[in-house]
């Protein structure tokens, strides 16, 4: 590691920076409470950040950039603490984005999660679902999952993936952190696999495609329990994608397994507070009760958000709903409020 990127990496951690970027042609930028904020510094250029990537890679890790121009690999930094790197190319020279992890697993008040979270990874099996853009918190929400059922089940945990970023030690479960590309080949054949190391829950970074969900549907029916993030902006949304990337019988067959192996879904975003000291948690919540099961069985998913409103006594939520609750406690802007909103006529009229 160059001494210009561990001066970058202590000075993001004094910023309680939440990324890193490093691009050609302007300084090195920090993200800030969700805000890009640039470093009074020189402009990095493409020779300076070629140097950075050539001391970061071993040589597998180079030959694979060399051949793909991608590559996302986890290190530890003894000030930053465990971060994501992705390397990628653009205009034929390397540039870096720095994710930072975080050296703890903040509480569930902390964090801001619902209380009926818990119970879902209390369940014995099924599907747990965490989604939401990028930069939302799916990780993080993933990784408390997995520290409670760390505390309080004798089980084997097993997770894929990619690259890992918070090192689990064994509490009263056996935690298996399995990395793509350093343990396995790929999210799918490690889920193939997983079913034979005898695991009680999976856990999987990313259901990227058709092959992944199937699998871990599949799982989530036969006796486990799986949680797994996956990039869509609200519940409704992530139904629809999941049966989506199927057709004809084969959609018909995933929507009856993911009927029965549902067992909640939560959507997050991450937003600004009044005073941008910070971020705070937004979601919404569904859990997947009979009417909901039968919802999805019918492929009725265009119902979906009213049952998410009608719900609360079920523990569910709709993102407007949360988003209105923020904005009365004074912890987000209207604005804020607004632009997030999926029905922004319906929430102004509820604000006057």
């Known amino acids: ?5 561990n001066s970058l990496l202590v000075s993001a951690a004094e910023r309680s920076a939440s990324d890193l970027h490093l691009i050609a042609g302007v300084p090195a930028a920090f993200r800030v409470n969700g805000e890009i904020i640039l470093a009074d510094d020189d402009v990095l250029s493409a020779e300076e950040l070629r140097y950075i990537v050539s001391t970061l890679l071993n040589q597998e890790q180079a030959e ?5 121009w991608e590559l996302c690999v986890s290190i530890f930094h003894e000030v930053a603490g465990r971060m994501r790197i992705t390397v990628y190319q653009r205009n034929g020279s390397p540039e870096l984005s720095v994710r930072f992890c975080g050296d703890r697993i903040r509480s569930r008040k902390e964090l801001g999660l619902p209380a009926r979270l818990d119970d879902l990874a209390r369940k014995p099996n099924g599907l747990v679902l965490i989604t939401g853009p990028t930069g939302a918190g799916k990780t993080t929400t993933l990784n408390y999952l997995v520290n409670l059922i760390n505390e309080e089940r004798r089980c084997k945990i097993v997770t894929i993936e990619d690259p890992i970023e918070y090192v689990h030690h064994n509490q009263r479960a056996l935690v298996v952190q399995q990395e793509v590309l350093t343990d396995t080949h790929s999210f799918n054949r490690a889920l193939i696999h997983v079913l034979r190391q005898d695991p009680d829950v999976i856990v999987v970074g990313e259901m990227r495609d058709h092959e992944a969900i199937s699998t871990a549907i599949t799982a989530a029916e036969t006796g486990h329990l799986v949680l797994a993030t996956l990039h ?5 949304h992530a139904l629809e994608r999941i049966v989506g990337v199927y057709e004809g019988n084969a959609q018909r067959q995933i929507v009856l397994q993911l009927a029965n192996a549902l067992q909640g879904i939560i959507a997050q975003d991450l937003l600004p507070t009044t005073d941008r000291t910070h971020r705070v948690l937004a979601y919404e919540m569904l859990v997947a009760t009979p009417a909901i099961r039968n919802m999805i069985r019918e492929n009725n998913l265009h119902q979906i958000d009213n049952s998410l409103q009608m719900g609360a006594k079920d523990g569910m939520s709709l993102m407007d709903s949360c988003l209105y609750d923020l904005y009365c406690r004074c912890q987000i802007s209207y604005d804020t409020a607004l632009s997030r909103a999926k029905n922004p006529d319906r929430f102004t009229k ?3």
């Open 64 to 68: 694979k950039f060399k051949r793909e």
């Open 1 to 5: 590691m160059t001494p210009k990127l």
């Open 350 to 352: 509820r604000t006057g």
């Open 232 to 236: 869509s902006p609200n519940v409704a």
